[in-house]
């Protein structure tokens, strides 16, 4: 064809028609260019159709990588939420065991007040009747001491009354016998 079209376009020239249609300039760069043409549009073709099916494949790569860091981070989040709802879970836990734990023991504390208050509201009695015994017991031994007392100073007393009286007999004794010598000397 290419030499029949070349054929064509020196009868044309020939029969005097200047202008070259635009069929005709198709035809002859077809003749020159066509096999390398048709050989890029070819390559074109296949690299076109290689790229894209990389450009499919990278895609399709992406689109799982990203379906798998997805599910990842889901997975993740979702470990960290039951994470978070276990550590939740367990300080709700422990926080009503410790305030049970708290109430027992404030009852514990305030029951061993309780009997603390009693026990030494009885051991302040049982003191008090002690020392109500002891002043009665300390009484009588005072009015023991000083119903003795008296009496021994009685005694005393009366002791030395005599006894003072005897000095005084004693002494007008003397004084009689200091007469009497007194006179016989005389």
């Known amino acids: 064809m290419p030499r029949n079209a070349a054929a064509q376009a020196k009868q044309r020239n020939q029969n005097g028609d200047p202008v ?12 020159i260019f066509g096999g390398q043409m048709r050989e890029y549009a070819s390559r074109f073709d296949h690299l076109e159709e290689r790229l894209g099916k990389t450009i499919d494949s990278l895609k399709k790569g992406f689109e ?8 990842s981070v889901e997975t993740r989040l979702q470990q960290v939420s039951d994470r978070i709802s276990s550590e939740r879970d367990e300080r709700k836990t422990t926080l009503s065991s410790t305030r049970g734990e708290l109430r027992d023991l404030e009852k514990a504390i305030k029951k061993q007040l309780t009997e603390t208050d009693k026990r030494i509201a009885a051991e302040v009695e049982e003191i008090y009747g002690a020392l109500e015994e002891e002043k009665v017991e300390l009484s009588a031994v005072i009015e023991k001491s000083r119903s003795e007392i008296s009496k021994t100073l009685e005694t005393e007393t009366a002791r030395l009354e005599r006894h003072k009286l005897a000095s005084k007999d004693l002494a007008q004794l ?3 016998v200091s007469r009497s010598l007194k006179q016989d000397g005389k």
């Open 174 to 176: 003397f004084v009689e």
């Open 20 to 31: 070259p249609h635009d069929d005709d300039v198709d035809k002859i760069r077809d003749i």
């Open 64 to 71: 799982t990588r990203l379906e798998k860091l997805e599910r």
